[in-house]
């Protein structure tokens, strides 16, 4: 099957900085990606939907100059949190299509302090 | 709006013993619904789908049937291993048959299968 590749795995940074997740198509092409947030004990929130070479379309109540995401190639979706806040701590993961299924990222455990 | 519900976990269970996690949905439409899989340290795997009513998706001796009069997608398993250790979240999408867009997720239900 399609591989997803999410890097890093886990990030500890500290408030006011910003924190770059990189999403990676490792064997086909992806021109949408999703991204995910999920809350301890709670569902995954799909946040946005990242478009290769356009802008992404964000869901309701995402901040989209908080959550920053470029997609500039068929193969990298990037999520950048911008002055990061420990309320911004969560688990976000992205997927990606192929063949009409979606493949995972394995995460990132975002820790902010 | 859309919602999935799934029972709480964790759930432990002891090697060959019978597995179930209840998932039941809202929706507006006529929703496929899935079971996802998360081994430890993995991203989200696709463990089975349905797309339509009465439809049961099977895959790995997990099986789940797509009840639109309940509207329920209980995952079961007749003997559970300790490699089926895992979180599993049961899943919506309204969009595509594929389900590959916009998924609507239960909160996940983690296993621990113990010898």
């Known amino acids: 099957g399609a591989v997803v590749s999410q890097h890093p795995s886990r990030v500890i940074c500290k408030s006011g900085t910003s924190v770059k997740i990189e999403c990676r198509s490792l064997?086909?092409?992806?021109?949408?990606m999703f991204w995910y947030r999920q809350f301890p004990k709670q569902s995954l929130m799909l946040m946005a939907t990242s478009n290769e070479g356009s802008k992404a379309t964000y869901e309701q109540g995402v901040e989209k100059d908080k959550f920053l995401i470029n997609h500039a190639s068929l193969t990298l979706s990037t999520l950048t949190v911008t002055s990061a806040h420990p309320e911004d701590s969560s688990f976000y993961i992205c997927?990606?299509?192929?063949?009409?299924?979606?493949?995972f990222g394995q995460g990132t455990r975002l820790t902010v302090v | 709006g859309d919602s999935v519900t799934q029972m709480e976990g964790p759930v432990t269970l002891s090697e060959e013993a019978f597995l179930t996690i209840n998932c039941t949905y809202t929706?507006?439409?006529?929703?496929?619904l899935f079971w996802y899989v998360q081994y430890p340290g993995e991203g989200l795997q696709l463990l089975l789908k349905?797309?339509?009513?009465?439809d049961k998706g099977s895959n790995k001796g997990f099986e789940a049937t797509y009840r639109k009069e309940t509207t329920s997608f209980h995952l079961e398993k007749g003997s559970v291993q300790v490699s089926d250790s895992a979180v599993y979240f049961c899943?919506?999408?309204?969009?595509?048959?594929?389900?590959?867009?916009?998924?609507?997720f239960g909160t996940g239900t983690q296993l621990k299968v113990e010898l």
């Open positions: 899943a919506l999408s309204l969009l595509f048959t594929g389900g590959g867009n916009k998924l609507t």
């Open positions: 349905a797309t339509k009513a009465d």
């Open positions: 064997d086909f092409q992806a021109t949408t």
């Open positions: 997927s990606a299509n192929y063949y009409s299924e979606a493949f």
């Open positions: 929706a507006t439409g006529y929703p496929s």
